[in-house]
């Protein structure tokens, strides 16, 4: 049974992070990545592959858009990462649109709207 995580793969998802997020907002030029924030990178235990992430302040609907326009920028970013990180090899990037945010946001609204209902009926 092979590891799900290990120590050391989620170090350097954190470092990956980090340094994606200062590459997003001070290399990258591509209008079309807009602003963009990196939530979280899964590294896999033997370092070959890193799933990305991100979530654009554009909103869920521009979701293909913005993966997309990463996916472009993969192999600069990539590159860039080697300069920065001390590894032998860089993963492999793979950007997902993370909604977790947005879907809390709505939930926290529901929420909210739902406690205002019970108080006027309450009162």
Do not use: C, W
């Amino acid at each position: 049974m092979p590891k799900r995580h290990s120590p050391r793969s989620a170090r350097i998802g954190d470092e990956m992070q980090r340094e994606l997020m200062s590459l997003l907002r001070e290399e990258v030029k591509d209008p079309r990545v807009g602003r963009v924030t990196v939530t979280h990178v899964d590294v896999t235990p033997d370092l070959s592959h890193a799933k990305v992430h991100v979530t654009d302040l554009a909103g869920r609907e521009h979701a293909a858009e913005t993966v997309a326009a990463l996916g472009r920028t993969a192999g600069f970013l990539r590159s860039e990462l080697a300069h920065r990180l001390s590894l032998y090899t860089v993963p492999q990037l793979t950007f997902v649109y993370d909604d977790s945010i947005e879907t809390g946001m709505e939930l926290s609204r529901l929420i909210d709207r739902a406690v205002a209902e019970d108080r006027k009926r309450g009162s």
